[in-house]
T-cell receptor
């Protein structure tokens, strides 16, 4: 079975541009999580969904960030407009709650904003 | 938000040595997880702990869920070169995967042949 799929793997953009990151969770998983990893702050939870519904977006840094999950097999994280401080690795993870806390991570998208 | 203090930040050891790292929290968790991250990859789950006092092994790895529910440790016995990477502890408040995880800052393990 395929793991969590993220695209693109690398994104380089200029400040002010819109960035869209994509995630396909593991089939059958009903919870999806977006994390951001930086050297300074480590891994931080941005937002998570249960059954396609956003549950907690308190980790989203500001209004420039938005996330959607239109169906059980797809989610997007959008940054508009992007800023250099948004440069980080963004991970998507999924789990089959409520049976387990185990979250399976995708390979991540490395975002560089110039 | 809640914080996890993970130590040590880095370890330089000889191949074959045992490794020990731990995490402490300012509040109680219901679940402790240990992940390993290789360069350019996402974290991969090593061990999950669901009950205070629980001791769980996965090959050469052993982890324990502290009695106070505020700490956990991970031991690696007889380290080998492929153990190199960053190890993260993570905690969850919910009992059913319905919450995001709080991560420690990681322990960088470097093995000298």
């Amino acid at each position: 079975d395929a793991g969590v799929i993220q695209s693109p793997r690398h994104e380089v953009t200029e400040m002010g541009q819109e960035v869209t990151l994509r995630c396909k969770p593991i089939s059958g998983h009903n919870s999806l999580f977006w994390y951001r990893q930086t050297m300074m702050r480590g891994l931080e939870l941005l937002i998570y969904f249960n059954n396609n519904v956003p549950i907690d977006d308190s980790g989203m840094p500001e209004d420039r960030f938005s996330a959607k999950m239109p169906n059980a097999s797809f989610s997007t994280l959008k940054i508009q407009p992007s800023e250099p401080r948004d440069s980080a690795v963004y991970f998507c993870a999924s789990s089959s709650s409520p049976t387990t806390d185990t979250q399976y991570f995708g390979p991540g998208t490395r975002l560089t904003v110039l | 938000g809640q914080q996890l203090n993970q130590s040590p930040q880095s370890m330089f050891i000889q191949e074959g040595e045992d490794v020990s790292m731990n995490c402490t929290s300012s509040s109680i968790f219901n679940t402790w997880l240990w992940y390993k991250q290789d360069p350019g990859e996402g974290p991969v789950l090593l061990i999950a702990l669901y009950k205070a006092g629980e001791l769980t092994s996965n090959g050469r790895l052993t982890a324990q869920f502290g009695i106070t529910r505020k700490d956990s440790f991970l031991n690696i016995s007889a380290s080998i070169p492929s153990d190199v990477g960053i190890y993260f502890c993570a905690g969850s408040y919910s009992g059913g995967g319905a919450d995001g995880l709080t991560f420690g800052k990681g322990t960088h393990l470097i093995i000298q042949p």
